[in-house]
């Protein structure tokens, strides 16, 4: 089946500091990959995404590489602020044709100045 | 683009009331999903429509729950009667097609709901 897991939260960050958040998933046939971002009181936000083996999604700073090999999308930031601050969720697609996202649990970002 | 509306963004209710969300996709999009999202439970898919038609609502709690797409723009989830387990964030977001470009959901601001 499809399903994606991501780290638990929450993660709390000094500003400026380096931001890793796993992303790991299993699916039928060749998924795309999502981040979304959820900031406080609003709906998710398409953060970035990728649609095939070893494309980079990248947006605002924050990139994720379509690892096939390890079926994992990790999201990575070189220095986080504290308007990164909100609920980062994985999610996949399965493939052409296929009509409904897959998403994480979510993983909480605090970043404190 | 107006993105994806939803009305109202809070609702304040009783028990056994009835409560009507209302959702509308961004104009050229045949795919309408809606989501509910709690604490205890994240992020649950209820049900989608693809144009105007609803073709899983597998997600849908109970018989309380029922959705309607009676055209294009416009959508509604409605709760008959309420119960305080229902208290959550209901998101709408709609979908342009189903090709590689065309997967991604854009997702409403939400109504967050409040049963008493």
């Known amino acids: 089946g499809n399903s994606v897991t991501q780290m638990e939260g929450p993660v709390t960050l000094s500003e400026e500091a380096f931001l890793t958040i796993n992303c790991t998933y299993t699916?039928?046939?060749?998924?795309?990959l999502f981040w979304y971002v959820q900031y406080p009181g609003e709906g998710l936000q398409l953060l970035l995404k990728a649609t095939k083996a070893d494309d980079k999604g990248s947006n605002k700073g924050f990139e994720a590489t379509y690892r096939k090999e390890t079926t994992s999308f990790h999201l990575e930031k070189g220095s986080v602020q504290v308007s990164d601050s909100a609920v980062y969720f994985c999610a996949l697609s399965a493939g052409s044709g296929a009509n409904n996202l897959f998403f994480g649990t979510g993983t909480r970002l605090t970043v404190i100045p | 683009d107006a993105g994806v509306i939803q009305s109202p963004r809070h609702e304040v209710t009783e028990m056994g009331q009835e409560v009507t969300l209302r959702c509308k996709p961004i104009s050229g999009h045949d795919y309408l999903f809606w989501y509910r999202q709690t604490m205890m439970r994240g992020l649950e898919l209820l049900i989608y429509?693809?144009?105007?038609?609803?073709?899983?609502d597998s997600g849908m709690p109970e018989d309380r729950f029922s959705a309607k797409m009676p055209n294009a723009s416009f959508s509604t989830l409605k709760i008959q009667p309420s119960e305080p387990r229902d208290s959550a964030v209901y998101f709408c977001?709609?979908?342009?097609?189903?090709?590689?470009?065309?997967?991604?959901?854009?997702f409403g601001p939400g109504t967050r709901l409040l049963v008493l």
């Open positions: 977001a709609s979908r342009q097609g189903t090709g590689r470009n065309q997967e991604t959901q854009y």
């Open positions: 699916a039928t046939g060749y998924p795309s």
């Open positions: 429509f693809n144009n105007n038609v609803p073709i899983d």
